[in-house]
């Protein structure tokens, strides 16, 4: 099982990225996929999560009006689209799959190995 993360850079504030985690050797439509990220210094957060279902979207306080997370069944591929990046977005950012969406990180079953996210003021 694999979970490729990649879309990550450098950015100014302002700017926007697109992250993509596209996943293999997994029965990708089972998996509800949730991006997280780690900041320096901090510890890693919840960014959003789509389910497998019904596709029910959600996302932390720090991303809701601003990221957008879909997904793609038939590329196995989930995407985050982050316009309007803030230096605090500055984190590598993790997929992660889990039979269904929760707020314990434990539930996760599959890592993808992370994307740096750095945004320039």
């Known amino acids: 099982v694999q979970l490729q993360a990649s879309g990550g850079g450098l950015v100014q504030a302002g700017g926007s990225l697109r992250l993509s985690c596209v996943a293999s050797?997994?029965?990708?439509?089972?998996?509800?996929i949730c991006w997280f990220r780690r900041a320096p210094g901090k510890k890693r957060e919840g960014v959003s999560c789509?389910?497998?279902?019904?596709?029910?979207?959600y996302y932390a306080d720090s991303a809701k009006g601003r990221f957008t997370i879909s997904r793609d069944n038939a590329k196995n591929t989930v995407y985050l689209q982050m316009p309007g990046l803030k230096p605090e977005d500055t984190a590598v950012y993790y997929c992660?799959?889990?039979?269904?969406?929760?707020?314990?990180?434990?539930?996760?079953?599959?890592w993808g190995q992370g994307t740096l996210v750095t945004v320039s003021s």
């Open positions: 050797g997994i029965t990708f439509d089972r998996y509800a």
């Open positions: 789509i389910s497998r279902a019904d596709g029910s979207t």
């Open positions: 992660a799959a889990a039979d269904k969406v929760g707020v314990n990180q434990a539930q996760y079953r599959y």
